[in-house]
């Protein structure tokens, strides 16, 4: 595109990858392009597919991760247990996740802000804002003002995968992008980020 002032990345509603070519641009230089941001468009594609399907409901038996244990739910009556979360549930409700899920956000608003606040002051970074909420494909973002959102259910992660998170939204203080100065800035606070983003590949979907 004549217009166009950079190279750019889309996923498309069918997965497909476009890639913006912009004037005096290659195809080869797209190609190199596409690859340096594949992790990026995985994520978008699973952000895509996780928006098409309806949750899986949870019920008594079910098995859920809490603090990245995996934990069967238990019910007595209207008392309906899972690991640590504890909530009451009208008999007559045989899904349960509505409730639990209520239950996994409380914690999440009272264990993650400060969390994530404590790293930011080890790292010298300011925070202007920390919101929870139930999103349906991506554990958090970074806003240029310093605005940080995070997903509720990072409070069902391993606790390492729970900081290294934390950790990348808040490197886009510094970095708003996922270039190779921003995976070094992650590389030097969470040595183990690799494994972090194996675990959430091949595991973290499943809380959707």
Same mark, same amino acid.
């Given at each position: ?10 996923? *498309?509603?069918?997965?497909? !990858? ?16 596409? $690859? ?6 995985? @994520? ?14 949870? /019920?008594?038996?079910? /098995? ?6 995996? %934990?069967?739910? +238990? *019910?007595?009556?209207?008392? %309906? ?5 504890? %909530?009451?549930?009208? %008999?007559? =409700?045989?899904?349960? @996740? ?12 009272? /264990?993650?802000?400060?969390? !994530? ?11 202007? @804002? +920390?919101?929870?909420? &139930? $999103? ?8 240029? &003002?310093?605005?940080?959102?995070? &997903?509720?259910?990072?409070? $069902? ?10 950790? =990348? ?12 100065? #921003? ?5 030097? +606070?969470?040595?183990? #980020? ?7 590949? &091949? ?6």
């Amino acid at each position: 595109m004549r217009r166009a002032r950079r190279y750019i990345l889309r996923v *498309r509603p069918d997965g497909a !990858l476009r890639v913006t070519i912009p004037r005096g641009g290659s195809r080869a230089e797209a190609l190199r392009f596409a $690859q340096r941001h594949l992790s990026w468009a995985e @994520r978008e594609r699973a952000r895509l597919l996780a928006s098409r399907r309806p949750p899986a409901p949870w /019920t008594a038996g079910s /098995t859920i991760l809490v603090d990245g244990e995996s %934990v069967p739910i +238990v *019910r007595d009556g209207e008392l %309906v247990r899972a690991g640590t979360i504890a %909530v009451r549930v009208p %008999v007559e =409700h045989s899904n349960l @996740r509505h409730a639990i899920e209520c239950a996994l956000r409380e914690r999440a608003e009272r /264990t993650l802000p400060p969390q !994530l606040l404590a790293l930011a002051a080890a790292h010298g970074l300011s925070v202007t @804002r +920390v919101t929870i909420r &139930n $999103q349906r494909s991506r554990w958090g973002s970074c806003s240029r &003002n310093g605005c940080i959102a995070l &997903n509720f259910r990072l409070v $069902q992660m391993p606790p390492p995968i729970r900081e290294y998170i934390l950790l =990348h939204e808040l490197m886009h203080l510094r970095h708003p992008d996922h270039s190779r100065r #921003f995976w070094s800035a992650v590389q030097s +606070v969470c040595r183990a #980020f690799r494994d972090a983003e194996r675990w959430l590949k &091949n595991t973290g979907r499943d809380l959707f």
